[in-house]
């Protein structure tokens, strides 16, 4: 078989595949993702509370035109699905943004402490940022949005 007869696709220069260079780019990958450094802005944060809130709500109208005996079992795998994919971008977003209020990630299990602790956690969320940089790096950029004649 050809390379040319596979969509034109060339022919790798690499034939050995070289497993350092795979796994640094899915590293890479990985990072860029879901990154834990930097900081996020309080309308980053928001908009993907807001987002992963309809995500999670998305299996619910789904497996409602589904006939009830296979509504649970679809209901299960489709929350569990949605749960793994939102986790991690979630714990990345919510530890930036505790970065862009000065404050380390592990601040976040606060959370875990009834009431108290999700007072003190949303606080800590709604709290405007730190200006300039600060030890978790520079200001996130803003974009600000202007009138175009």
Known sequence: MSWGA???????TNIRGDADEVWRGDQNLLVEVCPFKGRAIRSEFWWWQLFSTVALFAPDV????????????????????ADVAL?????????RRLHDTDRNGWW????????????????????????????????????VLTPSD
């Open 87 to 95: 986790l991690l971008p979630g714990i990345s977003v919510t530890v």
């Open 62 to 81: 789904v497996t409602l035109a589904l006939p009830s005996a296979a509504h649970s079992l679809a209901w299960l795998v489709l929350v569990l699905v």
């Open 6 to 12: 596979c969509g034109g696709i060339e022919k790798p």
């Open 108 to 143: 976040s299990w606060l959370g875990f402490i009834p009431i108290i602790g999700w007072i003190a956690v949303l606080v800590f969320f709604v709290t405007k940022g730190t200006p300039g940089d600060n030890r978790f790096g520079p200001q996130p950029a803003i974009s």
